[in-house]
């Protein structure tokens, strides 16, 4: 599966931005996904995840609350909205695919090391 993440940039504390992710080359609508992010200096941290058919949503606790995540399978697409951001959301946000496609348990689709497919990142700079 080919990943592509973009809708990156700079913004005010407090503001919001859309990432975007699509996808080729994979039945997408069977596919499990999540965003990512690395931020500098450390390592890189799911932040959430969607089921293949985007009705269960998972977040981290220092997203939850302000970050959506979405999933629309007839236009292969990933979106991630963000709002109320901060300082430490700084960071290259990816999108990546579960290896496992269809029904799999709330541990799977929380274990980073399970996302085998990557896209490049796109850069979010969240200024003081």
């Known amino acids: 599966v080919q990943l592509?993440?973009?809708?990156g940039g700079l913004v005010q504390a407090?503001?919001?931005?859309?990432?975007?992710?699509?996808a080729s080359g994979r039945t997408f609508?069977?596919?499990n996904m999540a965003w990512l992010r690395q931020a500098p200096?450390?390592?890189?941290?799911?932040?959430?995840a969607v089921t293949w058919g985007g009705a269960m949503k998972h977040y981290a606790d220092s997203v939850k609350g302000r970050f959506t995540i979405s999933k629309?399978?007839?236009k292969n697409m990933m979106y991630l909205q963000m709002n109320s951001l901060k300082p430490e959301d700084t960071a290259v946000y990816y999108c990546a695919a579960?290896?496992?496609?269809?029904?799999?348990?709330i541990a799977q689709r929380m274990n980073i090391t399970q996302y085998t497919?990557?896209?490049q990142g796109t850069l979010v700079t969240v200024s003081s």
């Open 72 to 74: 629309e399978n007839l």
């Open 29 to 31: 609508s069977t596919t």
């Open 4 to 7: 592509q993440a973009s809708g």
């Open 117 to 119: 497919y990557w896209g």
């Open 14 to 22: 407090g503001g919001s931005l859309r990432l975007s992710c699509a």
């Open 41 to 48: 200096g450390r390592e890189r941290e799911l932040i959430a």
């Open 98 to 105: 579960h290896s496992i496609p269809s029904k799999i348990t």
